[in-house]
């Protein structure tokens, strides 16, 4: 399992938008992640509240998620989204860190089944929580 956590760890910490994101992985093993993500004015979508773009969000969370998924001890060391749905519940506050935890709970042939919420430091009131599908092979 070691293995695959570090190798998921090293597929998250090369993907150039992560990177550019500012993202961070900081806990992940077992079908669990948490990223976070610095505020950064380079990311604001709305200049007059100065509130994170929701785009930054939705990556954030679609990345963690895909990590989580990774380090699952029954899924693939890749993996790519199927499908996302993300509810927005408020605007992330400015100048605070965005942190996502993500949750693979279920696994089949084919598909992984994850859940994430997203918070920021004020609160723990949800930015936002997905739940999602991704792609896995299990070699066998």
């Not at 806990?27 to 100065?50: C, Q, S």
Request: proline fraction near 5%; glycine fraction near 8%; include cysteine.
């Amino acid at each position: 399992m070691a293995d695959k956590t570090q190798l998921a760890r090293q597929f998250i910490e090369a993907i150039p938008h992560s990177r550019a994101l500012g993202m961070e992985l900081t806990e992940i093993g077992d079908g669990r992640a948490v990223i976070v993500m610095p505020y950064d004015t380079k990311l604001i979508g709305d200049p007059d509240t100065g509130v994170i773009h929701g785009g930054a969000v939705s990556a954030l969370m679609d990345t963690c998620c895909g990590a989580a998924v990774m380090s699952h001890p029954s899924a693939p060391s890749s993996t790519a989204t199927i499908d996302l749905r993300i509810d927005y519940m408020r605007g992330a506050t400015p100048g605070q860190t965005i942190r996502t935890t993500a949750t693979c709970h279920h696994v089949t042939r084919n598909v992984a089944f994850v859940r994430a919420v997203a918070t920021d430091d004020e609160t723990e009131t949800p930015v936002a929580t997905a739940s999602g599908a991704f792609t896995v092979e299990i070699k066998r």
